[in-house]
């Protein structure tokens, strides 16, 4: 089970991963293929291992679902990278759209791998660097998947999954000084505790109060795009 020690030292990891958001969205998209392409082949394994978690007979509905977000994220590796504006000069706005850092969150329980996969997704299509908290009650699923990922080629750092108490973890992740952005989709309540020591070096959050989303709307993935990046304005001035 993670502890503090842990999530400094996954923290740290993902510092030392900052290349990862200089890599091109057509590299990052490559990856995620890939990681899509590993999940759809044992398919068979994560979907006995989510029914037998959950004792129900949905795991290959989810497992199918968390395939087809990958390639989602995929997709949009290379296509959010901002646009134009037209602005009241002889020039015009470039709202470019870059990479928070290192992302902070905690997995949902209603839908582990699904769940994990999006967060996981959203935050390494636009060139973050990951250090997420699996599903208390669930944890196996994300245990499955570090196997999948340590043969698709992501590096080093990029993704750094944790399984432990969320309620003993959230403090310390919310208040690390090295995590830019900290989400928080558990089915226990830490909006309060996140938001409370994330203003301490003024950190963005995204958290759900204690409410869960439908995971399977993918109508819900432009949130994600907009959370996982921020805009920087250039202004760019032009004669006659």
């Known amino acids: 089970m993670a502890n503090r020690k842990d999530i400094r030292n996954a923290v740290e990891a993902a510092r030392g991963a900052a290349a990862w958001g200089r ?12 990681i899509a392409e590993n999940l759809s082949a044992r398919a068979g394994d994560f979907a006995g291992v989510l029914d037998a978690m959950s004792g129900g007979r949905s795991g290959a509905g989810e497992v199918e ?14 296509k959010f990278a901002g646009e134009a504006a037209a ?27 699904l769940g994990l996969v999006s967060v996981l997704g959203a935050a390494m299509a636009m060139g973050n660097r990951a250090v997420l908290v699996a599903s208390e009650p669930f944890p196996l699923a994300a245990m499955e998947l570090v196997q999948v990922l340590e043969t698709s080629d992501v590096p080093a750092g990029v993704a750094n999954l944790l399984v ?15 995590v830019e952005a900290v989400w928080s ?56």
């Open 185 to 240: 989709f558990a089915s226990a309540d830490l909006s309060a505790v996140i938001e409370r020591e994330s203003a301490a070096n003024l950190k963005r959050t995204w958290v759900n109060n204690g409410r869960a989303l439908d995971w399977y709307d993918a109508g819900g993935c432009r949130a994600f795009l907009e959370a996982a990046t921020e805009v920087k304005t250039v202004w760019v001035p032009y004669g006659e």
């Open 65 to 78: 679902a968390s395939v087809d977000r990958l390639f989602t994220w995929a997709a949009w590796a290379d």
């Open 23 to 34: 890599t091109s969205g057509h590299a990052r998209a490559q990856i995620l293929y890939y």
């Open 87 to 113: 602005v009241p000069i002889r020039g015009m706005a470039l709202a470019l759209r870059e990479p928070v850092g290192v992302i902070g969150s905690f997995c949902p329980d209603e839908a582990p791998l």
């Open 164 to 178: 432990g108490p969320v309620a003993e973890l959230a403090p310390h992740l919310a208040g690390h000084t090295d």
